[in-house]
């Protein structure tokens, strides 16, 4: 398990922070877990399940007093975003994992796993 704030500090590249796709297996008929987040001040947690094989992980890094709700503004680093999804570049790279589709074809997503509750 890795403390994101950790992790972030010890980055060099400017602006500090996560815009990456990371590979979490191949595409599955199941949704699997493959993400948890917790808060253990709180006891919060959120797990992702999914079919797919990558997921973007993206922490705001170029948001910079982004007007929000109740008069509050949105700083860096206050959130994270994970997309599950191919990789960006799966149409050229992965033959396996292909995000190609053929004429009359669709993606459906199914969503599912556990209601989140905080």
Not at 21 to 44: D, F, M, Q
Not at 52 to 76: E, F, L, R, V
Request: hydrophobic share 25%; net charge positive; glycine share 8%.
């Amino acid at each position: 398990m890795k403390d994101l704030n950790e992790v972030i500090k010890k980055r060099e590249s400017r602006p500090f922070g996560f815009d990456h796709n990371y590979r979490v297996g191949p595409v599955t008929s199941k949704p699997r877990e493959i993400v948890k987040l917790s808060h253990p001040p709180t006891g919060r947690e959120m797990t992702i399940l999914s079919d797919q094989a990558g997921i973007q992980c993206y922490t705001g890094n170029w948001i910079d007093k982004i007007p929000g709700k109740d008069n509050s503004n949105y700083m860096q680093w206050q959130g994270v975003a994970l997309e599950t999804q191919c990789y960006p570049d799966a149409i050229t790279v992965s033959k396996k994992d292909s995000a190609a589709f053929k004429e009359g074809q669709c993606y459906i997503l199914r969503p599912g796993g556990k209601p989140y509750k905080h």
